[in-house]
């Protein structure tokens, strides 16, 4: 199996369990590896034969941007589930992580993977 990955997507989101937390949008990073057979776009040099970045990371800043979740864990399921179905991958990992949201901590976070069912 082959994998794209998407390093260090930068999106603004609404996250938190404390309702404070989540009355502003805050910036959090997410690792995205996606599992593909990209044998055939390997061949035929052509986009439509492999999954469109752009089009994964548009997609992933617009459902952050309409859906606001108390846990990294539901918004870590909510994307791997999304980009398996919309964009048909075989599996998908995610890592979310919340910079600087503690003291004395670079960032937090959780790291999923899911397969297609």
């Not at 949008?25 to 057979?37: F, H, P, S, V």
């Not at 791997?80 to 003291?103: D, G, H, Y």
Request: aromatic content about 6%; glycine content about 4%; overall charge negative.
């Amino acid at each position: 199996m082959d994998t794209i990955f998407l390093s260090e997507v930068k999106v603004q989101t609404k996250l938190g369990v404390p309702e404070w937390e989540r009355m502003t949008q805050q910036t959090i990073i997410l690792d995205i590896e996606i599992g593909y057979d990209l044998s055939k776009a390997c061949q035929s040099d052509h986009v439509n034969d492999t999954i469109d970045y752009g089009a994964v990371v548009s997609r992933v800043r617009e459902t952050l941007q309409e859906n606001s979740f108390q846990l990294v864990e539901k918004l870590a399921e909510h994307l791997c589930q999304l980009i398996l179905k919309e964009f048909n991958a075989l599996n998908v990992k995610i890592k979310v992580a919340k910079p600087t949201i503690l003291p004395g901590l670079k960032a937090l976070g959780v790291v999923i993977e899911r397969k297609l069912s």
